[in-house]
């Protein structure tokens, strides 16, 4: 069993930043992408950042050059910075990450809770 918990997410005005964490727990042998995506109801959860574990990103075009994707492979946490937060980056957020549980498992991707990020205008 592998569990995903977020933190960081809150109300924050325009222009504002926030900082989320996702640390992976349980019975994990590797762990391979880590990142970030976000959900508004009624719509498809998005990427909004990604990142590997020799420390390649990715972004979504929305979100460059505001938001950063880091890690800490020694203790599976992914961060995800968000700075000069608009109210288009309202939705819950969410941390996934690509694990293996043993070397007899293949990897498997497995979902954080999310965690609600508001913006004000």
């Known amino acids: 069993q592998v569990q995903l918990v977020e933190s960081g997410g809150g109300l924050v005005q325009r222009g504002g930043s926030l900082r989320l964490s996702c640390t992976a727990s349980?019975?994990?042998?590797?762990?391979?992408?880590m990142g970030w995506y976000r959900q508004a109801p009624g719509k498809q959860r998005e990427l909004v950042a990604t990142?590997?574990?020799?420390?390649?990103?990715t972004y979504a075009d929305a979100v460059k050059g505001r938001f950063t994707i880091s890690r800490v492979n020694a203790n599976n946490t992914v961060y995800l910075q968000m700075n000069n937060l608009t109210p288009q980056d309202t939705d819950v957020y969410y941390c996934?990450?690509?694990?293996?549980?043993?070397?007899?498992?293949?990897?498997?991707?497995?979902w954080g809770q999310g965690t609600q990020v508001t913006v004000s205008s």
């Open positions: 990142i590997t574990s020799g420390g390649r990103t």
């Open positions: 349980g019975s994990i042998y590797s762990t391979d992408d």
């Open positions: 996934k990450a690509r694990v293996q549980r043993s070397r007899f498992h293949v990897y498997q991707d497995s």
